[in-house]
């Protein structure tokens, strides 16, 4: 809660990346502005932020232009990029009051750390860099880890990363690997969901539902099987109410599986898409015990075409895909309504954790992730969730979680302990624990 005896201070947040799907920065600007700060955000506004920012008297955003789409070489086109983004962002920072001090995310390292820095030098402002992954092993993706442009940009991250004031970091394998490698102490600020990310209700699930079957025909309900009682005032594909004002789910529903991503290179969708030909299989050879699926996989980027082309092609039976994007309140709402998630990011540098899981794990929805290296610090195989490596993997889960659904008398166990251990998680919201892990850093200022 503010002190109405402290002084407004001036603070800068930045984000050279879109403002609006960058949910963690996003949430250090709101924490920001409900203490004693006065926050400038500069972004690329290319979605819709948060109400509380966009309607915060205490937050102003300052949107960055997006480089000219040019036909260019690609080493070219990344160079007059990078100088595009290092002018825009000086001019940004020369519009706004000096603030006490700089929040910039990494990545991207270039220009970000490096305008950053040289406006801390010179107007005696302090930098704090938010760690969230490397540039250089992202770089590395579509390259070679030894291309002399990773090399050069990893020797300007742990450069300009030293110069930083305070850091955060996402991961205590990431902790240790900003110590051991380049001399950086960061404190760890482990993502945790916001409270708009919470279970909701079966008549919440069934509003929701009706909302979306205006845009997403296979949200739509029909009662051609005869299933239904008839009283049933209303129907979705998952949900009925009756005219008593009763919902309930209607017998033989599709499970409802879901998956958010930003469509790039370090999550391989082609695992999710061979793991549902398998389950497809399945499917159809015993379909008495196995539902059909509807996986909504949501978010925006650049291989979203690329799959789509792939999704289009097949001609399951048992299982439909699609590709929506959801308003800011849907969101949170639809992953309350799930009954699995599925995480593919696999993290470029393996020391990064998928904020996806964390706003699933907040609703209750179990998660299957993608295995690597410091996955074991979010989810934990059998407690909270599942993890996978390949493709027959996560296949093998997904059969194993839907069989005889919704009720899978194997699992009742199980669920029962995932049930509590994602209880125990949603106890710890983000302004709790950033009150607890950013508020004595910033004191510190």
Known sequence: MKNPNRKIENACVIVLGDIGRSPRMQYHVKSLSETRFFVDVIGYVESKPLDELTCNPNVRIHPLYLFPEFNLPRLLKYIFKTIWQALSLIIALMSIKKPQFILCQNPPAIPTLIVCYMYCFLFRSTMIVDWHNYTHTILAINTAPGHPIVKITKSIESYFGRKAADNFCVTKAMQRDLLNNWNIRANVLYDRPPTQFHPITIAQKHELFLKL????????????????????????????????????????????????????????????????????????????????????????????????????????????????????????????????????????????????????????????????????????????????KTHKELSELLCSWMYRFPSNPALINQKGIIERNLKEFQQLRWSENWKKEVEPVLERL
């Open 213 to 388: 079957s205006s845009t997403i025909k296979e949200f739509s309900g029909d009662d051609s099987n005869g299933h239904l009682e008839d009283d049933t005032q209303e129907i979705t594909a998952f949900t009925a109410k009756t005219t008593s004002g009763e919902i309930k789910y209607i017998p033989d529903r599709p499970a409802l599986v879901l998956s958010s991503t930003s469509w790039t290179e370090d999550e391989d969708f082609e695992i999710l898409i061979h793991a549902l030909d398998l389950y497809e299989q399945e499917a159809v050879n015993d379909a008495k015990h196995y539902p059909k699926l509807i996986c909504v996989i949501t978010g925006k980027g650049p291989l979203k075409e690329h799959y789509g082309r792939i999704i289009e092609l097949k001609s399951w039976t048992k299982v439909k895909v699609i590709t929506p994007w959801l308003e800011n309140t849907d969101y949170p709402k639809i992953l309350a309504a799930g009954d699995l998630g599925v995480c593919l990011h696999y993290s470029s540098s393996g020391l990064d954790l998928p904020m996806k899981v964390v706003d699933m794990f907040g609703c209750g929805l179990p998660v299957c992730a993608m295995d690597f290296n410091c996955i074991n610090e979010l989810v934990q195989h059998g407690q909270n969730g599942y993890v996978f």
